[in-house]
Antibody, heavy 118, light 105 residues
């Protein structure tokens, strides 16, 4: 069974940096895309980015590209989402997801990491 | 970007009702359409992919249909645990985009 364990809630000030994580188990980490979906307060779902751990190929939502960085550490089956300079508009819940190709659906979701920038 | 428009944005229903939610894509997405259910305070749950294929373990009262630009999610007989927000998602082209959601209350 796939399990996604995300890091805990974070509170930061604008301009600060942040790194949130998602450790996965129950499947071969390097053989599936993993990524992030965000949900701003009271809003819908928005795809952020995905990465293929096998070769570190990355895809970003153009609306967020340059503002976040997705990465992985294959030695510990963990994906990361990083900010170098947070903005108030980054306040959201960030869900770690497994992205299945070729259909493209997200069939496993982590519990979410709440990020508050204030 | 491909825009996904869901309607209605919310609906009121009772246990046992038949519920239909529609999702329209701004361009042809073939059947690259998925549905998710999100309960309050929880992560979304994957329900249907390829417009009509139920994920393992999803009750058969859920069904999906459509192709091209128009899609529907139907719950044949609403159960108490089905009160939630439902999202459609297209995966034919990046960026992957979701509909705005339909709250069933």
């Amino acid at each position: 069974e796939v399990q996604l364990v995300q890091s805990g809630a974070q509170v930061r000030k604008p301009g600060e940096s942040l790194n949130i994580s998602c450790q996965s188990s129950g499947y071969r980490f390097t053989s599936a895309w993993i990524g992030w979906v965000r949900q701003m307060p009271g809003k819908g779902l928005e795809w952020v980015a995905i990465i293929y751990p096998g070769d570190s190929d990355t895809k970003y939502n153009p609306s967020l590209q340059g503002q976040v960085t997705i990465s992985v550490d294959n030695s510990i089956n963990t994906a990361y989402l990083q900010w170098t300079s947070l903005k108030a508009s980054d306040t959201a819940i960030y869900y770690c997801v497994i992205h299945r190709v070729p259909s493209g659906y997200f069939d496993s979701w982590g519990p979410g990491t709440r990020v508050t920038v204030s | 970007d491909i825009q996904m428009t869901q309607s209605p944005s919310s609906l009121s229903a009772s246990v046992g009702d038949r519920v239909t939610i529609t999702c329209r894509a701004s361009q042809n997405i073939d059947t690259y359409l998925n549905w998710y259910q999100q309960k309050a305070g929880k992560a979304p749950k994957f329900l249907i992919h390829a417009a009509s294929t139920l994920q393992r373990g999803v009750p058969s009262r859920f069904s999906g249909s459509g192709s091209g630009t128009d899609f529907t999610l139907t719950i044949s007989s609403l159960e108490p645990e089905d009160f939630a927000t439902y999202y459609c998602q297209q995966t034919t082209r990046l960026p992957l985009t979701f509909g705005g959601g339909t709250k069933v209350e």
